[in-house]
């Protein structure tokens, strides 16, 4: 069955740094999203992409974050200077036509000291 | 009313009981919802989408009541891997957003 992959698993970062996370959603799909669960809360929507551009964003996806899909098949979240708060597990997602099931990759740990 | 509210649990059940899972949304324009489940430290794995007509699959069953904007889902004969988190997951006014709720942990007991 295909996946959704993400890089790298787990990635620790000084605050202030600029981190970039990977995603290569499943080819033939369409819409595109990043999600975080920061430890012991719930799964929150942070942005989602399609035809090139953002279609909805939420008040967490401020101007510190950024997505792009540089090629055919990467898709990634920029976050330009981190913070503590920033510490999450961050969810890449696709689907094939905007209604359907999301499928999640297994996510990348994100921790910022 | 929170967008996506589900009982807090945790649920501790035996092999074998009955389980439900009660959510209520906010939103009156929400147009798809599903069921997720979530393994410790792992990413969210689709359950079942929920239909106006309630759905079966095996074990599972699943309700909408859209008057009430209430979702549940039932679980019969639990299995020990039936033990994680489930997401009770709504759509927002725009179909590419979707607003889960926080989950309810289910452990199964031998």
């Known amino acids: 069955e295909p996946e959704v992959t993400q890089t790298p698993s787990h990635q620790v970062t000084q605050m202030g740094q600029e981190v970039i996370l990977r995603c290569v959603p499943i080819?033939?799909?369409?819409?595109f999203y990043w999600y975080r669960q920061i430890l012991g809360q719930k799964v929150e929507f942070l942005v989602s992409?399609?035809?090139?551009?953002?279609?909805?964003k939420s008040e967490i996806f401020d101007d510190q974050f950024s997505v792009e899909r540089p090629d055919g098949s990467n898709f990634t979240l920029k976050i330009r200077s981190t913070k503590l708060e920033d510490s999450a597990m961050y969810f890449c997602?696709?689907?094939?036509?905007?209604?359907?099931?999301?499928?999640f990759g297994n996510g990348t740990r994100l921790t910022v000291t | 009313r929170k967008e996506v509210e589900q009982d807090p649990g945790p649920f501790n059940v035996p092999e074998g009981a009955t389980v439900a899972f009660n959510c209520t949304y906010s939103?009156?324009?929400?147009?798809?919802f599903f069921w997720y489940r979530q393994d410790c430290r792992k990413e969210p794995k689709l359950l079942m989408s929920?239909?106006?007509s309630g759905n079966e699959d095996g074990r599972f069953t699943a309700q909408l009541n859209r008057a009430s904007q209430y979702i549940s889902l039932l679980i019969r004969d639990s299995k020990l891997s039936d033990s994680a988190t489930y997401l009770c997951?709504?759509?927002?006014?725009?179909?590419?957003?979707?607003?889960f709720g926080k989950g309810t942990l289910l452990t199964v007991n031998p």
């Open positions: 997602a696709s689907n094939p036509d905007g209604n359907s099931p999301l499928h």
């Open positions: 080819s033939n799909h369409l819409y």
């Open positions: 992409f399609y035809n090139n551009e953002i279609s909805e």
């Open positions: 939103n009156s324009a929400s147009q798809s």
């Open positions: 929920v239909y106006s």
């Open positions: 997951v709504v759509s927002g006014g725009s179909n590419y957003k979707l607003t």
